[in-house]
């Protein structure tokens, strides 16, 4: 799916309940074609243990080499 791939985190949020992290990728399609998208992910927490995560991003980016 890529050649290369980075993230950078753009904005954390922390408390007792968990966190969020905003952040961009951006990496190269396998076969070419630049891709940037960006999201965010949530990790729930309780007694100090992870009990969930999930991830939110701009799937637009993934509908072909024009997009995103």
Known sequence: MFDTI???FTRS???DRGSSLEWTSRGTRTG???LTYTGVTVIDV???QGT???TYYD???FLGPSAG
């Open 6 to 8: 980075s993230t950078e």
């Open 13 to 15: 949020l922390d408390d």
């Open 32 to 34: 070419g074609g630049e």
């Open 46 to 48: 309780a007694n100090e």
């Open 52 to 54: 969930g995560v999930r």
């Open 59 to 61: 799937s637009a980016a």
